[in-house]
């Protein structure tokens, strides 16, 4: 075989395309798909992935308890955390939190800040009053959470908490710029200061 010029064929047998000898045969043209319509269904299915699995804040919860999923410049999730309380929990409600291989950031400064996962990423609104001392990420659907890549808290060090009652799956994950991380299929209890107590 030359070392840029060779042959795919369609193998039935195996259900694949497979690289054969310039001089192999094939069996004929099957019938069914044309490029046109399996470049059409590659188009579709390249569009639907980075769809899949990714930080989908609640609709219909409280303002006041919904974090702003945004991008951060190359590319990777920036969440704008929630105002945090008094007692400097900042909580944030979320239908799906899935953490793929870049990671996500949790945007924790009053002011624009270097990040390691994403570079230089803007101030965040909602800090008016300071930042948040812990991060709460609840997670209100029944779908499992799958971390995968690291959480960083971009800007001053805070801890980070995951709940999800249905379950968290970790293959790859790891925390960057967190005084402490918690996994959690428990629900979080808050007191009437907004503190939690477990």
């Not at 042959?7 to 043209?29: C, D, H, I, W, Y």
């Not at 609840?138 to 805070?158: D, F």
């Not at 979080?188 to 107590?197: I, M, V």
Request: aromatic share 4%; no cysteine.
């Amino acid at each position: 075989m030359n070392k840029y010029l060779h042959r795919v064929v369609f193998n039935a047998a195996r259900g694949l395309r497979m690289v054969v000898q310039e001089t192999a045969r094939s069996a004929g043209k099957a019938t069914g798909t044309t490029p046109a319509i399996a470049a059409g269904a590659l188009f579709g299915v390249l569009v639907a992935l980075p769809g899949q699995a990714q930080i989908v804040d609640a609709p219909g919860v409280a303002p006041g308890l919904r974090p702003t999923v945004l991008v951060a410049p190359n590319g990777v999730p920036l969440v704008n955390i929630q105002t945090p309380s008094a007692a400097g929990v900042s909580r944030n409600l979320y239908n799906q939190f899935d953490v793929q291989r870049g990671g996500v950031i949790l945007n924790n400064s009053r002011s624009d800040v270097q990040t390691q996962l994403g570079g230089w990423v803007q101030a965040n609104p909602y800090l008016a009053t300071g930042p948040a001392r812990i991060i709460l990420n609840e997670i209100t659907s029944g779908n499992p959470t799958q971390l995968r890549g690291a959480i960083e808290v971009g800007g001053q060090r805070a801890e980070v908490i995951v709940a999800n009652p249905a379950g968290i799956a970790v293959d790859g994950g790891s925390f960057i710029n967190a005084s402490r991380a918690t996994l959690t299929t428990g629900t979080p209890q808050l007191n009437a200061a907004g503190g939690l107590d477990g």
